[in-house]
Protein backbone atom coordinates (compact mmCIF):
# COMPACT_ATOMS: atom_id res chain seq x y z
CA UNK A 1 0.00 0.00 0.00
CA UNK A 2 1.21 3.60 -0.97
CA UNK A 3 1.67 5.45 2.60
CA UNK A 4 1.44 9.62 2.46
CA UNK A 5 4.67 10.19 0.44
CA UNK A 6 4.23 7.87 -2.04
CA UNK A 7 1.07 9.67 -2.91
CA UNK A 8 2.46 12.70 -2.50
CA UNK A 9 4.28 11.42 -5.34
CA UNK A 10 1.43 10.51 -7.77
CA UNK A 11 0.22 13.57 -7.05
CA UNK A 12 2.66 15.33 -8.35
CA UNK A 13 2.90 12.96 -11.23
CA UNK A 14 -0.22 13.72 -11.84
CA UNK A 15 -0.15 17.76 -11.75
CA UNK A 16 2.83 17.45 -14.22
CA UNK A 17 0.41 14.89 -16.63
CA UNK A 18 -2.67 15.82 -16.40
CA UNK A 19 -3.59 14.27 -19.59
CA UNK A 20 -2.24 11.01 -18.11
CA UNK A 21 -5.80 9.03 -18.04
CA UNK A 22 -4.21 5.70 -15.81
CA UNK A 23 -2.25 7.79 -13.75
CA UNK A 24 -5.03 10.01 -12.81
CA UNK A 25 -7.43 6.53 -12.23
CA UNK A 26 -4.67 5.14 -10.06
CA UNK A 27 -4.38 7.96 -8.22
CA UNK A 28 -8.39 8.54 -7.84
CA UNK A 29 -8.42 4.87 -6.60
CA UNK A 30 -5.83 5.35 -4.00
CA UNK A 31 -7.62 9.08 -3.06
CA UNK A 32 -10.66 7.02 -2.64
CA UNK A 33 -8.94 4.22 -0.71
CA UNK A 34 -7.04 5.92 1.81
CA UNK A 35 -10.59 7.75 2.73
CA UNK A 36 -9.18 11.21 1.26
CA UNK A 37 -13.02 11.81 -0.23
CA UNK A 38 -13.37 15.17 -1.42
CA UNK A 39 -9.77 15.21 -3.30
CA UNK A 40 -10.99 11.90 -4.74
CA UNK A 41 -13.98 13.26 -6.16
CA UNK A 42 -12.07 16.15 -8.18
CA UNK A 43 -9.93 13.38 -9.62
CA UNK A 44 -12.56 11.08 -10.55
CA UNK A 45 -14.24 14.15 -11.87
CA UNK A 46 -11.38 15.47 -13.49
CA UNK A 47 -10.25 11.84 -15.06
CA UNK A 48 -14.02 11.67 -16.40
CA UNK A 49 -13.44 14.92 -18.78
CA UNK A 50 -10.61 12.82 -20.43
CA UNK A 51 -12.66 9.58 -20.28
CA UNK A 52 -16.80 10.76 -20.77
CA UNK A 53 -18.71 7.63 -19.37
CA UNK A 54 -16.05 5.36 -18.17
CA UNK A 55 -17.91 2.75 -16.08
CA UNK A 56 -14.89 2.27 -13.85
CA UNK A 57 -14.49 5.96 -13.19
CA UNK A 58 -17.89 6.73 -13.23
CA UNK A 59 -18.31 3.90 -10.04
CA UNK A 60 -15.68 5.50 -8.24
CA UNK A 61 -16.91 8.98 -8.10
CA UNK A 62 -20.71 7.88 -7.16
CA UNK A 63 -18.76 6.06 -4.33
CA UNK A 64 -16.71 9.03 -3.12
CA UNK A 65 -19.81 11.18 -3.61
CA UNK A 66 -21.51 8.26 -1.46
CA UNK A 67 -19.10 8.12 1.29
CA UNK A 68 -19.74 11.65 1.48
CA UNK A 69 -23.21 11.76 2.23
CA UNK A 70 -24.35 12.91 -1.30
CA UNK A 71 -26.63 9.90 -2.20
CA UNK A 72 -28.74 11.95 -4.49
CA UNK A 73 -25.33 12.65 -6.51
CA UNK A 74 -23.72 9.28 -6.35
CA UNK A 75 -27.45 7.49 -7.62
CA UNK A 76 -27.57 10.68 -10.38
CA UNK A 77 -24.40 9.75 -11.85
CA UNK A 78 -25.13 6.02 -11.88
CA UNK A 79 -28.56 6.07 -13.17
CA UNK A 80 -27.72 6.11 -16.95
CA UNK A 81 -25.48 2.85 -16.11
CA UNK A 82 -28.40 1.38 -14.45
CA UNK A 83 -30.50 1.48 -16.79
CA UNK A 84 -28.83 -0.61 -19.13
CA UNK A 85 -28.68 -4.63 -18.77
CA UNK A 86 -25.01 -5.87 -17.61
CA UNK A 87 -24.04 -2.96 -15.41
CA UNK A 88 -21.08 -3.32 -13.13
CA UNK A 89 -22.30 -5.12 -10.35
CA UNK A 90 -20.10 -2.84 -8.29
CA UNK A 91 -22.17 0.09 -9.16
CA UNK A 92 -25.18 -1.97 -8.52
CA UNK A 93 -23.57 -2.30 -4.64
CA UNK A 94 -23.13 1.65 -4.20
CA UNK A 95 -26.42 2.53 -5.73
CA UNK A 96 -27.79 -0.31 -2.63
CA UNK A 97 -25.25 1.61 -0.35
CA UNK A 98 -26.86 4.95 -1.08
CA UNK A 99 -30.53 4.18 -1.64
CA UNK A 100 -30.14 2.57 1.87
CA UNK A 101 -29.04 5.88 3.59
CA UNK A 102 -32.06 7.40 1.46
CA UNK A 103 -34.23 5.47 3.26
CA UNK A 104 -35.63 3.37 0.22
CA UNK A 105 -35.06 0.26 1.70
CA UNK A 106 -36.72 -2.12 -1.20
CA UNK A 107 -34.90 -0.71 -4.02
CA UNK A 108 -31.57 -0.92 -2.20
CA UNK A 109 -32.29 -4.93 -1.91
CA UNK A 110 -33.51 -5.36 -5.28
CA UNK A 111 -30.17 -3.31 -6.26
CA UNK A 112 -28.03 -5.21 -4.04
CA UNK A 113 -29.00 -8.88 -5.05
CA UNK A 114 -29.46 -8.35 -8.62
CA UNK A 115 -25.71 -7.39 -8.25
CA UNK A 116 -24.93 -9.97 -6.14
CA UNK A 117 -26.62 -13.00 -8.15
CA UNK A 118 -24.65 -11.38 -11.27
CA UNK A 119 -21.10 -11.01 -9.08
CA UNK A 120 -21.22 -13.04 -5.55
CA UNK A 121 -17.56 -11.70 -4.92
CA UNK A 122 -19.42 -7.83 -4.90
CA UNK A 123 -21.13 -8.99 -1.94
CA UNK A 124 -21.10 -7.15 1.43
CA UNK A 125 -22.23 -8.69 4.75
CA UNK A 126 -21.97 -5.40 6.33
CA UNK A 127 -24.47 -3.88 3.84
CA UNK A 128 -26.59 -7.70 3.74
CA UNK A 129 -27.18 -7.49 7.13
CA UNK A 130 -27.99 -3.47 7.06
CA UNK A 131 -31.00 -4.43 4.19
CA UNK A 132 -31.74 -7.63 6.63
CA UNK A 133 -31.64 -9.06 3.69
CA UNK A 134 -30.86 -13.10 3.07
CA UNK A 135 -28.20 -14.55 2.02
CA UNK A 136 -27.94 -13.67 -1.23
CA UNK A 137 -28.94 -16.67 -3.26
CA UNK A 138 -26.22 -17.83 -6.17
CA UNK A 139 -27.17 -17.51 -9.57
CA UNK A 140 -28.31 -21.45 -9.89
CA UNK A 141 -31.05 -21.37 -6.88
CA UNK A 142 -34.58 -20.74 -8.04
CA UNK A 143 -35.23 -17.25 -7.41
CA UNK A 144 -38.44 -16.86 -5.50
CA UNK A 145 -41.59 -16.34 -7.46
CA UNK A 146 -43.94 -13.47 -6.70
CA UNK A 147 -46.59 -15.13 -7.96
CA UNK A 148 -46.29 -19.02 -7.18
CA UNK A 149 -49.01 -20.63 -8.88
CA UNK A 150 -48.23 -19.47 -12.20
CA UNK A 151 -44.29 -20.06 -12.24
CA UNK A 152 -45.08 -23.90 -11.35
CA UNK A 153 -47.58 -24.24 -13.51
CA UNK A 154 -46.51 -22.23 -16.67
CA UNK A 155 -47.63 -24.22 -19.21
CA UNK A 156 -51.70 -24.71 -19.64
CA UNK A 157 -52.95 -28.31 -20.48
CA UNK A 158 -53.26 -29.36 -23.52
CA UNK A 159 -56.76 -29.80 -24.59
CA UNK A 160 -57.01 -26.22 -24.00
CA UNK A 161 -54.94 -25.40 -26.50
CA UNK A 162 -55.74 -23.12 -29.35
CA UNK A 163 -53.63 -22.59 -32.59
CA UNK A 164 -54.64 -20.62 -35.43
CA UNK A 165 -57.09 -22.57 -36.61
CA UNK A 166 -59.09 -21.11 -33.90
CA UNK A 167 -58.84 -17.70 -34.94
CA UNK A 168 -60.77 -16.42 -37.36
CA UNK A 169 -59.62 -14.22 -40.73
CA UNK A 170 -56.96 -11.82 -39.63
CA UNK A 171 -54.71 -14.24 -42.63
CA UNK A 172 -52.13 -10.86 -42.70
CA UNK A 173 -51.80 -10.77 -39.07
CA UNK A 174 -51.17 -14.50 -39.00
CA UNK A 175 -48.80 -14.37 -41.66
CA UNK A 176 -46.62 -11.79 -39.45
CA UNK A 177 -46.40 -13.81 -36.73
CA UNK A 178 -45.48 -16.83 -38.54
CA UNK A 179 -42.46 -15.25 -40.00
CA UNK A 180 -41.54 -13.36 -36.88
CA UNK A 181 -42.09 -16.06 -34.37
CA UNK A 182 -42.64 -19.65 -35.81
CA UNK A 183 -40.63 -19.99 -39.00
CA UNK A 184 -37.27 -18.75 -37.12
CA UNK A 185 -37.72 -21.80 -34.18
CA UNK A 186 -39.34 -24.08 -37.02
CA UNK A 187 -36.79 -23.26 -39.44
CA UNK A 188 -33.74 -22.21 -37.92
CA UNK A 189 -30.91 -22.91 -40.59
CA UNK A 190 -33.01 -20.94 -43.47
CA UNK A 191 -32.95 -17.71 -40.45
CA UNK A 192 -29.36 -18.35 -39.90
CA UNK A 193 -28.17 -18.43 -43.56
CA UNK A 194 -29.46 -15.10 -44.09
CA UNK A 195 -27.84 -14.04 -41.11
CA UNK A 196 -30.91 -13.24 -38.49
CA UNK A 197 -31.25 -14.38 -35.07
CA UNK A 198 -34.66 -15.09 -33.34
CA UNK A 199 -35.69 -13.23 -30.95
CA UNK A 200 -37.46 -9.17 -29.99
CA UNK A 201 -40.46 -9.10 -29.11
CA UNK A 202 -43.65 -8.37 -31.50
CA UNK A 203 -46.36 -5.67 -29.85
CA UNK A 204 -49.56 -6.67 -30.81
CA UNK A 205 -51.80 -3.10 -31.46
CA UNK A 206 -55.87 -2.51 -31.83
CA UNK A 207 -59.05 -2.15 -30.51
CA UNK A 208 -60.25 -3.68 -27.42
CA UNK A 209 -61.42 -6.82 -28.00
CA UNK A 210 -60.25 -7.16 -31.49
CA UNK A 211 -58.51 -10.64 -30.48
CA UNK A 212 -55.05 -9.68 -29.39
CA UNK A 213 -54.67 -12.09 -26.64
CA UNK A 214 -56.29 -14.54 -28.59
CA UNK A 215 -53.87 -14.39 -31.13
CA UNK A 216 -51.07 -14.91 -28.73
CA UNK A 217 -52.92 -18.04 -27.31
CA UNK A 218 -52.79 -19.15 -30.61
CA UNK A 219 -49.36 -18.48 -31.56
CA UNK A 220 -48.24 -20.28 -28.22
CA UNK A 221 -50.09 -23.06 -29.18
CA UNK A 222 -49.08 -23.14 -32.63
CA UNK A 223 -45.50 -23.42 -31.31
CA UNK A 224 -46.24 -25.78 -29.19
CA UNK A 225 -44.68 -23.37 -26.30
CA UNK A 226 -46.06 -22.88 -23.14
CA UNK A 227 -47.94 -19.64 -22.74
CA UNK A 228 -47.71 -17.16 -19.90
CA UNK A 229 -49.85 -14.46 -19.66
CA UNK A 230 -49.04 -11.64 -17.58
CA UNK A 231 -51.45 -9.06 -16.32
CA UNK A 232 -50.92 -5.57 -14.63
CA UNK A 233 -51.78 -7.03 -11.52
CA UNK A 234 -48.80 -9.51 -11.72
CA UNK A 235 -46.49 -6.80 -11.92
CA UNK A 236 -47.52 -3.34 -10.13
CA UNK A 237 -46.94 -3.73 -6.70
CA UNK A 238 -47.69 -0.47 -3.92
CA UNK A 239 -44.01 -1.35 -2.61
CA UNK A 240 -41.06 0.35 -4.22
CA UNK A 241 -38.84 -1.83 -5.80
CA UNK A 242 -41.10 -4.83 -5.54
CA UNK A 243 -42.17 -4.20 -9.17
CA UNK A 244 -38.92 -4.38 -11.11
CA UNK A 245 -38.19 -7.35 -8.84
CA UNK A 246 -41.89 -9.42 -10.01
CA UNK A 247 -40.92 -7.91 -13.57
CA UNK A 248 -37.67 -9.91 -13.04
CA UNK A 249 -38.89 -12.96 -11.70
CA UNK A 250 -41.69 -13.40 -14.23
CA UNK A 251 -38.77 -13.12 -17.26
CA UNK A 252 -36.89 -15.68 -15.08
CA UNK A 253 -39.28 -18.18 -14.86
CA UNK A 254 -40.19 -17.93 -18.32
CA UNK A 255 -36.47 -18.98 -19.28
CA UNK A 256 -36.93 -21.46 -17.00
CA UNK A 257 -39.97 -23.07 -19.31
CA UNK A 258 -38.52 -22.30 -22.73
CA UNK A 259 -40.06 -22.36 -25.16
CA UNK A 260 -42.45 -20.40 -24.27
CA UNK A 261 -44.74 -17.56 -25.07
CA UNK A 262 -44.40 -14.89 -22.89
CA UNK A 263 -47.56 -12.62 -22.92
CA UNK A 264 -48.33 -8.99 -21.41
CA UNK A 265 -51.84 -7.36 -21.65
CA UNK A 266 -51.88 -3.74 -21.32
CA UNK A 267 -48.49 -3.16 -21.40
CA UNK A 268 -49.04 0.23 -22.47
CA UNK A 269 -48.90 0.41 -18.83
CA UNK A 270 -45.21 -0.78 -18.31
CA UNK A 271 -44.04 1.08 -20.84
CA UNK A 272 -45.39 3.98 -21.12
CA UNK A 273 -43.32 7.29 -22.10
CA UNK A 274 -40.82 7.74 -19.77
CA UNK A 275 -40.71 11.83 -20.05
CA UNK A 276 -44.62 10.71 -18.87
CA UNK A 277 -44.19 9.97 -15.97
CA UNK A 278 -44.31 12.03 -12.67
CA UNK A 279 -42.77 9.29 -10.84
CA UNK A 280 -39.04 8.22 -10.74
CA UNK A 281 -40.17 4.62 -9.49
CA UNK A 282 -42.41 4.30 -12.46
CA UNK A 283 -39.23 5.53 -15.02
CA UNK A 284 -37.24 2.57 -13.16
CA UNK A 285 -39.72 -0.44 -13.88
CA UNK A 286 -39.37 0.92 -17.24
CA UNK A 287 -35.83 0.33 -17.18
CA UNK A 288 -36.25 -3.55 -15.78
CA UNK A 289 -38.52 -4.14 -18.90
CA UNK A 290 -35.85 -2.89 -21.13
CA UNK A 291 -33.14 -4.51 -19.58
CA UNK A 292 -35.51 -8.05 -18.98
CA UNK A 293 -35.70 -7.87 -22.77
CA UNK A 294 -32.52 -6.96 -23.40
CA UNK A 295 -31.40 -10.09 -21.50
CA UNK A 296 -27.68 -10.09 -19.91
CA UNK A 297 -26.33 -11.71 -22.83
CA UNK A 298 -27.38 -12.97 -26.41
CA UNK A 299 -28.95 -16.16 -25.20
CA UNK A 300 -30.39 -15.13 -22.42
CA UNK A 301 -33.84 -14.47 -23.70
CA UNK A 302 -33.34 -17.58 -26.03
CA UNK A 303 -37.07 -20.18 -26.63
CA UNK A 304 -38.72 -16.97 -24.81
CA UNK A 305 -40.78 -14.86 -27.24
CA UNK A 306 -42.08 -11.87 -26.07
CA UNK A 307 -45.45 -10.86 -26.93
CA UNK A 308 -47.84 -7.72 -25.92
CA UNK A 309 -50.90 -5.89 -26.69
CA UNK A 310 -51.83 -2.71 -26.23
CA UNK A 311 -55.15 -0.74 -27.32
CA UNK A 312 -53.03 2.54 -27.22
CA UNK A 313 -49.38 1.86 -29.11
CA UNK A 314 -48.71 5.99 -28.88
CA UNK A 315 -48.16 5.97 -25.59
CA UNK A 316 -45.34 3.34 -26.02
CA UNK A 317 -41.41 4.48 -24.73
CA UNK A 318 -39.87 4.66 -28.74
CA UNK A 319 -36.90 2.54 -26.59
CA UNK A 320 -39.28 -0.15 -27.00
CA UNK A 321 -39.39 -0.26 -30.33
CA UNK A 322 -35.76 -0.48 -31.03
CA UNK A 323 -34.12 -4.06 -32.37
CA UNK A 324 -34.37 -7.13 -30.09
CA UNK A 325 -36.98 -5.53 -28.27
CA UNK A 326 -40.70 -4.82 -29.30
CA UNK A 327 -38.99 -4.33 -33.22
CA UNK A 328 -42.03 -5.27 -34.68
CA UNK A 329 -45.54 -3.88 -34.93
CA UNK A 330 -48.80 -5.48 -35.95
CA UNK A 331 -52.14 -4.16 -36.16
CA UNK A 332 -54.92 -6.40 -35.18
CA UNK A 333 -57.52 -4.86 -37.07
CA UNK A 334 -61.50 -4.57 -36.73
CA UNK A 335 -62.54 -7.73 -38.14
CA UNK A 336 -64.13 -7.35 -41.66
CA UNK A 337 -66.96 -8.68 -43.11
CA UNK A 338 -65.98 -12.28 -43.97
CA UNK A 339 -63.35 -12.11 -40.96
CA UNK A 340 -66.90 -11.80 -39.03
CA UNK A 341 -68.39 -14.67 -40.69
CA UNK A 342 -65.45 -16.60 -40.09
CA UNK A 343 -65.90 -15.71 -35.98
CA UNK A 344 -69.13 -16.34 -35.79
CA UNK A 345 -68.79 -19.66 -37.22
CA UNK A 346 -65.82 -20.62 -34.90
CA UNK A 347 -67.77 -19.39 -32.24
CA UNK A 348 -70.95 -21.51 -32.64
CA UNK A 349 -69.31 -24.58 -34.19
CA UNK A 350 -70.13 -26.61 -31.28
CA UNK A 351 -73.20 -25.54 -30.84
CA UNK A 352 -76.37 -27.18 -31.72
CA UNK A 353 -77.27 -25.44 -34.90
CA UNK A 354 -80.12 -24.77 -37.45
CA UNK A 355 -79.03 -24.15 -41.14
CA UNK A 356 -76.67 -20.73 -40.43
CA UNK A 357 -76.83 -17.70 -42.68
CA UNK A 358 -73.63 -16.03 -40.97
CA UNK A 359 -73.26 -13.76 -43.63
CA UNK A 360 -76.35 -12.05 -42.68
CA UNK A 361 -75.38 -11.89 -39.60
CA UNK A 362 -71.74 -10.65 -40.29
CA UNK A 363 -73.77 -7.88 -42.37
CA UNK A 364 -75.29 -6.68 -39.18
CA UNK A 365 -72.81 -6.65 -37.20
CA UNK A 366 -70.67 -4.15 -38.86
CA UNK A 367 -68.98 -2.26 -35.92
CA UNK A 368 -68.46 -5.58 -33.57
CA UNK A 369 -65.17 -6.76 -32.64
CA UNK A 370 -64.38 -10.53 -31.72
CA UNK A 371 -65.41 -9.72 -28.21
CA UNK A 372 -68.93 -8.29 -29.11
CA UNK A 373 -69.45 -11.68 -31.41
CA UNK A 374 -68.52 -13.43 -28.78
CA UNK A 375 -70.79 -11.77 -26.38
CA UNK A 376 -73.89 -12.27 -28.96
CA UNK A 377 -73.18 -15.88 -29.40
CA UNK A 378 -72.85 -16.27 -25.62
CA UNK A 379 -76.02 -14.31 -24.69
CA UNK A 380 -78.03 -16.39 -28.04
CA UNK A 381 -76.57 -19.67 -26.67
CA UNK A 382 -77.99 -18.81 -22.76
CA UNK A 383 -81.62 -17.96 -24.40
CA UNK A 384 -81.50 -21.12 -26.09
CA UNK A 385 -80.57 -23.42 -23.39
CA UNK A 386 -83.33 -21.83 -21.25
CA UNK A 387 -85.80 -22.25 -24.21
CA UNK A 388 -84.58 -25.92 -24.39
CA UNK A 389 -85.17 -26.70 -21.01
CA UNK A 390 -88.28 -25.56 -21.07
CA UNK A 391 -88.84 -27.98 -24.02
CA UNK A 392 -87.00 -30.73 -22.82
CA UNK A 393 -85.07 -31.39 -25.94
CA UNK A 394 -82.29 -29.35 -27.39
CA UNK A 395 -83.72 -26.00 -29.48
CA UNK A 396 -80.90 -25.10 -32.08
CA UNK A 397 -79.62 -21.96 -32.50
CA UNK A 398 -80.97 -19.36 -35.53
CA UNK A 399 -79.82 -17.06 -37.54
CA UNK A 400 -82.64 -15.05 -36.79
CA UNK A 401 -82.10 -15.66 -32.72
CA UNK A 402 -78.43 -13.62 -33.69
CA UNK A 403 -80.33 -11.22 -35.85
CA UNK A 404 -83.06 -10.29 -33.21
CA UNK A 405 -79.91 -9.91 -30.63
CA UNK A 406 -78.51 -7.46 -33.10
CA UNK A 407 -80.87 -5.13 -32.25
CA UNK A 408 -80.26 -4.85 -28.59
CA UNK A 409 -76.56 -5.07 -28.20
CA UNK A 410 -74.26 -2.52 -29.17
CA UNK A 411 -71.50 -3.00 -30.20
CA UNK A 412 -68.33 -1.85 -27.97
CA UNK A 413 -65.92 1.49 -29.10
CA UNK A 414 -63.83 0.70 -32.44
CA UNK A 415 -65.30 3.71 -34.16
CA UNK A 416 -64.21 5.95 -31.07
CA UNK A 417 -60.95 3.69 -31.08
CA UNK A 418 -60.66 4.66 -34.90
CA UNK A 419 -60.86 8.21 -34.44
CA UNK A 420 -58.43 8.39 -31.41
CA UNK A 421 -55.94 6.50 -33.73
CA UNK A 422 -56.76 8.89 -36.88
CA UNK A 423 -55.51 11.79 -34.43
CA UNK A 424 -52.03 10.29 -34.27
CA UNK A 425 -51.89 9.08 -37.69
CA UNK A 426 -52.81 12.69 -39.25
CA UNK A 427 -50.88 14.55 -36.29
CA UNK A 428 -47.83 12.39 -34.79
CA UNK A 429 -46.45 9.58 -37.60
CA UNK A 430 -43.42 11.44 -38.50
CA UNK A 431 -41.68 8.23 -38.12
CA UNK A 432 -44.51 6.34 -40.29
CA UNK A 433 -44.72 4.32 -37.22
CA UNK A 434 -48.74 4.19 -38.09
CA UNK A 435 -48.67 3.60 -41.66
CA UNK A 436 -50.59 0.41 -41.10
CA UNK A 437 -53.41 2.28 -39.82
CA UNK A 438 -54.22 4.72 -42.49
CA UNK A 439 -56.26 2.63 -44.60
CA UNK A 440 -58.46 2.32 -41.55
CA UNK A 441 -58.99 5.45 -40.17
CA UNK A 442 -59.55 7.06 -43.84
CA UNK A 443 -61.98 4.70 -43.97
CA UNK A 444 -65.98 5.77 -44.29
CA UNK A 445 -68.43 3.42 -42.79
P1 LIG B 1 -58.15 -8.28 -26.98
O1 LIG B 1 -57.03 -9.02 -26.33
O2 LIG B 1 -57.77 -7.65 -28.27
O3 LIG B 1 -58.85 -7.30 -26.06
P2 LIG B 1 -59.42 -10.88 -26.98
O4 LIG B 1 -58.34 -11.68 -27.58
O5 LIG B 1 -59.59 -10.95 -25.50
O6 LIG B 1 -59.27 -9.34 -27.40
O7 LIG B 1 -60.78 -11.24 -27.73
C1 LIG B 1 -61.98 -11.54 -27.05
C2 LIG B 1 -62.60 -12.83 -27.53
O8 LIG B 1 -63.08 -12.67 -28.87
C3 LIG B 1 -61.63 -13.99 -27.61
O9 LIG B 1 -61.59 -14.71 -26.41
C4 LIG B 1 -62.18 -14.86 -28.71
O10 LIG B 1 -63.13 -15.75 -28.20
C5 LIG B 1 -62.91 -13.88 -29.60
N1 LIG B 1 -62.17 -13.59 -30.84
C6 LIG B 1 -61.58 -12.41 -31.14
N2 LIG B 1 -61.03 -12.46 -32.37
C7 LIG B 1 -61.26 -13.70 -32.83
C8 LIG B 1 -60.94 -14.38 -34.04
N3 LIG B 1 -60.26 -13.78 -35.03
N4 LIG B 1 -61.34 -15.65 -34.19
C9 LIG B 1 -62.05 -16.28 -33.22
N5 LIG B 1 -62.39 -15.70 -32.06
C10 LIG B 1 -62.01 -14.43 -31.86
Not at 178 to 206: I, M, N, S, W
Not at 231 to 251: A, C, K, P, T
Amino acid sequence: MVDDSGLQALREAARLSPDNLPLRRHLADLLLDKGYLAEAEREYRAALLLAPRDPGITAGLAEAFARQGAYGAALSALEPFLAQPGYPPRMGVIAARALLDEGDVAQAGFRYHEAVMRAPEAADPELAARLAAPVPPRVSQPVEEPFGKRAEEPAEPYDQRVTFADVAGMEGVKEALRVKLLLPVQQPELFAAFGKRAGGGVLLYGPPGGGKTHLARAAAGELGASFVSVGLSDVLDMYVGQSERNLHNIFDAARRSRPCVLFFDEVDALAARRSDMRQAHNRQIVNQFLAELDGVDDKANEGVLVLAATNAPWYIDVAFRRPGRFDQLVFVPPPDLAARAAILRILCRDKPLAEMDFDAVAKATTDYVGADLKGLVDRAVEDKLRESIAAGRPVPLTTRDLLALTKSQRPSSVREWLATARNYVMHANDSGAWDELLPWVNRTW
